[in-house]
């Protein structure tokens, strides 16, 4: 049974960081993209970030560009969302999400195991 297990969310001021990390345990994890989505209240849930199989491409939002980085360690089966400058509408429920492709897509249809979530709050 796929197991996507988020950790490092919380509350953070407006221009702090925050580290996320997700643990997998994926039998194909070195083969599959992996990426980050979140649902802010009230919204719908929206792309952050993808990385393909070998971390070698990586796809941003528009919204998150120049301050959010995505990586992985396949040694580890573990990806890592890394938020820099963080803003009040950064403030969403995060979620890690393994894909059943190894490029790096923005497509939540491409991704077939998903993580509960770890709340993420940026004050004002």
């Known amino acids: 049974q796929v197991q996507l297990v988020e950790s490092g969310g919380g509350l953070v001021q407006a221009g702090g960081s925050l580290r996320l990390s997700c643990a997998a345990s994926?039998?194909?994890?070195?083969?599959?993209?992996m990426a980050w989505f979140r649902r802010a209240p009230r919204k719908a849930r929206e792309f952050v970030s993808a990385?393909?199989?070998?971390?070698?491409?990586?796809v941003y939002a528009d919204s998150v560009k120049g301050r959010f980085t995505i990586s992985r360690d396949n040694s580890e089966k573990t990806v890592y969302l890394q938020m820099n400058s963080l803003k009040p509408e950064d403030t969403a429920v995060y979620y890690c999400?393994?894909?059943?492709?190894?490029?790096?897509?923005?497509?939540?249809?491409?991704?077939?195991?998903w993580g509960q979530g770890t709340q993420v709050t940026v004050s004002s």
């Open positions: 999400a393994a894909s059943r492709v190894p490029h790096a897509s923005v497509a939540s249809t491409d991704f077939n195991s």
């Open positions: 990385v393909n199989w070998n971390g070698g491409n990586t």
């Open positions: 994926l039998p194909t994890f070195r083969n599959a993209a």
